[in-house]
T-cell receptor, first 109, second 113 residues
Framework: GQQVMQIPQYQHVQEGEDFTTYCNSS?????IQWYKQRPGGHPVFLIQ?????EVKKQKRLTFQFGEAKKNSSLHITATQTTDVGTYFC?????????FGKGTMLLVSP | GAGVSQSPSNKVTEKGKDVELRCDPI?????LYWYRQRLGQGLEFLIY????????KSGLPSDRFSAERTGESVSTLTIQRTQQEDSAVYLC???????????FGPGTRLLVL
């Protein structure tokens, strides 16, 4: 079945440093979604990418969808302590979304 | 409603007891999902309801787990004869269609002693 893999599993940065998480699918995706889960919270939808090569920005967050629509990345510029949490990517599977296992980001002040 | 709601928010039970968890999806959302999330882990898909279609139960870990949904409204997840390994956060999500953006509830934190 479809697999969605994320790397790294965990990253610890100093506030102000950049951060990137990568998402790779075993199959071509019609779209990819990104979610953020704060510690103790629930996943919250961030964005959806649909087009090949699409790049979208949300303030310091940059999301990219690969040309082959099998990979995606989320880059955070100049991290802040409010960026702490786990970032999940998800792609449409047979009947629902298939979530990656997430990248946990820890930011030290 | 304004968002997905779940109850109870926390549940402590003894090993061997049955528990029932409830999810109220966003009004009008035809799709409803249940996930299990163990501490520090990712989202483990359990079951998916889409309208009046037969649910996708492929993620249920054992026959102790079952779920029901009445039409396009409330869903209940039942765990029979709970075991300590069932301790986790159980998240419910709803969306307006298959593989659409999912809106998650706050979860039920289950602790089996």
């Amino acid at each position: 079945g479809q697999q969605v893999m994320q790397i790294p599993q965990y990253q610890h940065v100093q506030e102000g440093e950049d951060f990137t998480t990568y998402c790779n699918s075993s199959t071509t995706l019609s779209n990819i979604q990104w979610y953020k889960q704060r510690p103790g919270g629930h996943p919250v939808f961030l964005i959806q990418l649909v087009k090949s090569g699409e790049v979208k920005k949300q303030k310091r967050l940059t999301f990219q969808f690969g040309e082959a629509k099998k990979n995606s990345s989320l880059h955070i510029t100049a991290t802040q302590t409010t960026d702490v949490g786990t970032y999940f990517c998800a792609g449409p599977g047979y009947s629902t979304l298939t979530f990656g296992k997430g990248t946990m980001l820890l930011v030290s002040p | 409603g304004a968002g997905v709601s779940q109850s109870p928010s926390n549940k402590v039970t003894e090993k061997g007891k049955d528990v029932e968890l409830r999810c109220d999806p966003i009004s009008g959302h035809t799709a409803l999902y249940w996930y299990r999330q163990r501490l520090g882990q990712g989202l483990e898909f359990l079951i998916y309801f889409q309208g009046n279609s037969a649910p996708d139960k492929s993620g249920l870990p054992s026959d102790r787990f079952s779920a029901e949904r009445t039409g396009e409204s409330v869903s209940t997840l039942t765990i029979q004869r709970t075991q300590q390994e069932d301790s986790a956060v159980y998240l419910c999500a709803s969306s307006s269609g298959r593989a659409g953006t999912q809106y998650f509830g706050p979860g039920t934190r289950l602790l089996v002693l």
